[in-house]
């Protein structure tokens, strides 16, 4: 109820209505405050005295006939405060509820008799503080307009709710806390306006003061008092004037101006009129309800702004520290370029330095040579060796004026940065406009044709339907985990294919795709169910046919997998059964209803009627080894399958397809042995060390062989040494058995040692780890032996 609080205050005097009354606008005034409000037309200026001298229509005829409102509905003209002659003189004011108040020319004579009983000036006017409209009292004064008996009955009622201490109803500003109230005057009073405003002398004497709480009570057990008649005082209300729209008593309508109206009885309108307002209030009660999940929404709105705005703070933030990075680097680089020109030039000098040093000593030892010759005295011998001295000097001589006198290398440095195009560009840096809002892109339709899994991959495509004009920007590729549970984005782009790695063997995924633009996402696509290829010892036989090569799919690892591979995917692809209901597009790696009778879907065109005949549909692996994971040394040929390396320590390389489900089987031949190294064969997780041999951390499981011996290691733990190596044209086998969680090797098709590693689970990757000395080919799509199949059968 504390919402409706405003609606029980006077816009006067700011406090709970006391004694209401009923202006012929419908709205409400204190009594006191009706009359604090009055203005007192000039006599010369009445309407009595216009109409005596014959003067046309006055603003005051107006406010007259606006008085008539009183008693007609037909006349709806206000006259305004303004033209009044005292409204110029007498400035505006505002009440505690903010609404302007015209104060009175001149203050109301003090009395001591009620608001409704004192007299009102003659040629008094009142206007509304709320919407301003005017009109002159008549002879009756305040006591012409209805009391609201029903507003002061629901401001008792709030007012008894409401457990806080009375008020006093007196104070100006801030209300006291009532200490008495009078029994006669119904009035809440502190002590400070008691004493003021009820001074216990004269006829106030005689009046009842008690407590606030007792006062409080009494006026509960009060009896509310009856509308009466607001022309006949000892009459009450007994009927209802239909055209004047107000109830009259039994006199109005026999010797009144409403004896001609049509009446109708009190109780019946009443009700009637109760029954609109309960009508009328469910309309409103709708739009009250539209207007607080507006204000959710707004609310929303602003968590929202501000989310956004730190996400946009972060990400401005994040661009211009890429750029201050960029900037940092490339400072780095041209500073050493700076450092490399100086290098440059102080080795050059220094070797000046070094050679005129040891040139100048040459020369000052051929000269003391000389001058010591000089004083020898034996002509003969001086003879003997005077003309080689002499062609020495002079060859020495012409050493030094060869340019060796001349510095090789300036002091200055050749190099002038230009910044002014970054300059500007950095001052031209501010945001994009954003354009004028447009709808959403429609849905985007997947292209069954198009779409298929290998493997553990799947690829998908879709495009923008053929009618659509609304542009996308980019799509969501959304899959979820292979169980039925929560989709995930796996690619955000501009593409409209895109293949996803790193998927469970023999599993069902859900792929569904929606587009976007500035405006906002469009709705997401039909479902479309995709099945991995299922692990056995069965080779797969599919006829595969390529995909055009101007709709190269994006490549892209499963999130499950945690690995991104951007390049192109495998040329080929299976065929698959298409089936369409309402709600879902299925896609299944089963090939039977191909062949079945009388089906009829578009994939059975002519250009499948070389479909081979497929005696079993459970596929086997095919991978590659992938270069984007691998050590910067490893060298790849043969399509990726055949890898060798640049330095003489081991390096790791990874296959593209990892595995976590089903049994795999998968050979490497030694193509190349040279100086009896240790190349190593396992599997390991996508972040193993790229830089040591296969099995030194935690994250590779092993076995690395020489040409005697081999060992299995995980953890850099050596265990069960086995007699055999290895040779050129030696094979290796690795299987990898995740159903019954264990590793085994092979060489020559014969088991290497015990099982080499029990209790794994995972993600697993194929790997090698090998050096320059070899170089090993990688087989795959192959069955599991016989012999273990038999075994596992057995088991």
């Given at each position: 109820m504390e919402e409706m609080e405003e609606e029980l205050k006077c816009p006067v005097c700011g406090s709970f209505y006391r004694e209401p009354i009923i202006l012929p606008c419908s709205h409400n005034l204190c009594q006191a405050c009706a009359r604090n409000i009055l203005v007192q037309t000039p006599e010369s200026e009445s309407p009595q005295s216009r109409r005596a001298s014959g003067s046309g229509v006055s603003d005051y005829d107006y406010l007259d006939l606006d008085k008539m409102s009183l008693y007609s509905e037909a006349d709806s003209g206000y006259g305004s405060y303004g033209g009044f002659a005292s409204a110029p003189t007498t400035p505006c004011q505002k009440s505690p509820n903010g609404v302007r108040v015209f104060p009175p020319a001149m203050p109301p004579p003090p009395t001591h008799l009620s608001p409704a009983l004192a007299p009102v000036p003659r040629n008094s006017c009142i206007t509304c503080p709320q919407c301003h409209r005017s009109l002159i009292l008549d002879d009756r004064g305040l006591r012409g307009f209805p009391k609201n008996r029903v507003l002061e009955g629901v401001i008792d009622r709030y007012q008894q709710s409401k457990a806080a201490a009375l008020k006093c109803q007196l104070c100006e500003k801030a209300p006291k806390e009532a200490t008495v109230m009078c029994e006669q005057c119904d009035v809440f009073y502190c002590d400070p306006c008691r004493l003021r405003c009820h001074p216990p002398r004269g006829p106030?004497?005689?009046?009842?003061?008690?407590?606030?709480?007792?006062?409080?009570?009494?006026?509960?057990?009060?009896?509310?008092?009856?509308?009466?008649?607001?022309?006949?005082?000892?009459?009450?209300?007994s009927m209802y004037c239909v055209q004047c729209k107000m109830?009259?008593?039994?006199?109005?309508?026999?010797?009144?101006?409403?004896?001609?109206?049509?009446?109708?009885?009190?109780?019946?309108?009443?009700?009637?009129?109760?029954?609109?307002?309960?009508?009328?209030?469910?309309?409103?009660?709708?739009?009250?309800?539209?207007?607080?999940?507006?204000?959710?929404?707004?609310?929303?709105?602003?968590?929202?702004?501000?989310?956004?705005?730190?996400?946009?703070?972060?990400?401005?933030?994040?661009?211009?520290?890429?750029?201050?990075?960029?900037?940092?680097?490339?400072k780095a680089q041209l500073l050493a370029r700076v450092n490399k020109e100086h290098e440059h030039k102080l080795k050059v000098v220094r070797d000046q330095i070094s050679h005129c040093t040891v040139k100048l000593r040459q020369t000052t030892g051929l000269m003391e040579y000389c001058l010591e010759v000089i004083k020898e005295n034996d002509p003969s011998g001086f003879l003997q060796i005077s003309d080689a001295l002499i062609r020495r000097v002079h060859l020495t001589e012409d050493q030094w004026g060869k340019g060796t006198l001349?510095?090789?290398?300036?002091?200055?440095?050749?190099?002038?940065?230009?910044?002014?195009?970054?300059?500007?560009?950095?001052?031209?840096?501010?945001?994009?406009?954003?354009?004028?809002?447009?709808?959403?892109?429609?849905?985007?339709?997947?292209?069954?044709?198009?779409?298929?899994?290998?493997?553990?991959?799947?690829?998908?495509?879709?495009?923008?339907?053929?009618?659509?004009?609304?542009?996308?920007?980019?799509?969501?590729?959304?899959?979820?985990?292979?169980?039925?549970?929560?989709?995930?984005?796996?690619?955000?782009?501009?593409?409209?294919?895109?293949?996803?790695?790193?998927?469970?063997?023999?599993?069902?995924?859900?792929?569904?795709?929606?587009?976007?633009?500035?405006?906002?996402?469009?709705?997401?696509?039909?479902?479309?169910?995709?099945?991995?290829?299922?692990?056995?010892?069965?080779?797969?036989q599919t006829l595969p046919f390529p995909v055009p090569s101007e709709r190269l799919p994006l490549r892209r690892m499963s999130p499950f997998s945690s690995t991104l591979n951007l390049q192109p995917s495998f040329p080929g692809r299976s065929y698959f059964d298409f089936r369409s209901s309402p709600h879902q597009l299925s896609l299944h790696s089963s090939l039977q209803s191909l062949n079945a009778p009388g089906c009829n879907f578009e994939t059975q065109s002519a250009s499948y009627s070389q479909l081979v005949d497929i005696k079993k549909l459970l596929a086997v692996a095919w991978f590659a080894f992938d270069p984007g994971s691998a050590h910067s040394d490893i060298i790849f040929s043969n399509d990726n399958l055949t890898v060798t390396c640049s330095s003489y320590d081991d390096r790791v390389v990874l296959g593209k397809t990892g595995f976590s489900k089903g049994v795999h089987y998968w050979e490497l031949t030694i193509d190349r042995y040279d100086n009896h190294p240790d190349p190593a064969f396992g599997v390991a997780r996508i972040d193993v060390m790229k830089d040591v041999m296969l099995g030194k951390d935690d994250k590779a499981w092993a076995m690395y062989v020489d040409n005697n011996r081999s060992w299995f290691m995980h953890n850099n733990s050596h265990t069960n040494r086995t007699e055999g190596g290895i040779t050129k044209g030696a094979t290796i086998g690795v299987l990898l058995d995740l159903n019954r969680k264990t590793l085994t090797f092979f060489i020559n098709n014969e088991q290497q040692g015990p099982i080499a590693f029990e209790n794994v689970e995972g993600l697993f990757f194929p790997a090698v780890s090998l050096n320059r000395n070899v170089q090993v080919t990688l087989h795959t799509g192959l069955p599991v032996p016989d012999f273990y199949s038999s075994r596992a059968s057995i088991a």
């Open positions: 106030l004497a005689k009046h009842r003061l008690v407590p606030p709480a007792q006062g409080r009570v009494s006026r509960r057990l009060s009896p509310r008092k009856v509308s009466t008649c607001t022309d006949h005082e000892l009459e009450n209300h109830p009259v008593c039994y006199q109005c309508l026999e010797e009144g101006k409403h004896s001609s109206h049509e009446v109708k009885a009190l109780g019946a309108m009443w009700k009637l009129h109760k029954s609109q307002l309960s009508q009328a209030l469910n309309g409103l009660s709708d739009r009250a309800k539209e207007a607080k999940e507006f204000l959710v929404q707004l609310r929303s709105m602003v968590q929202q702004i501000q989310e956004n705005s730190v996400e946009f703070e972060a990400c401005l933030v994040a661009q211009c520290d890429a750029l201050i990075d960029a900037l940092n680097r490339r001349t510095p090789r290398m300036t002091t200055d440095f050749d190099l002038s940065l230009d910044n002014s195009p970054l300059l500007q560009s950095i001052h031209q840096l501010d945001f994009v406009q954003v354009k004028a809002s447009s709808p959403v892109p429609a849905t985007p339709i997947l292209q069954l044709e198009e779409c298929c899994t290998h493997n553990n991959s799947a690829t998908l495509s879709w495009k923008q339907p053929p009618l659509s004009t609304v542009a996308a920007e980019g799509y969501i590729l959304e899959l979820d985990d292979g169980s039925g549970g929560q989709f995930r984005e796996v690619y955000v782009g501009k593409e409209t294919m895109c293949t996803v790695d790193g998927l469970h063997f023999n599993s069902t995924y859900n792929a569904r795709v929606k587009a976007f633009n500035k405006t906002g996402v469009s709705p997401y696509s039909k479902t479309l169910v995709l099945q991995t290829s299922e692990d056995t010892d069965s080779e797969e």
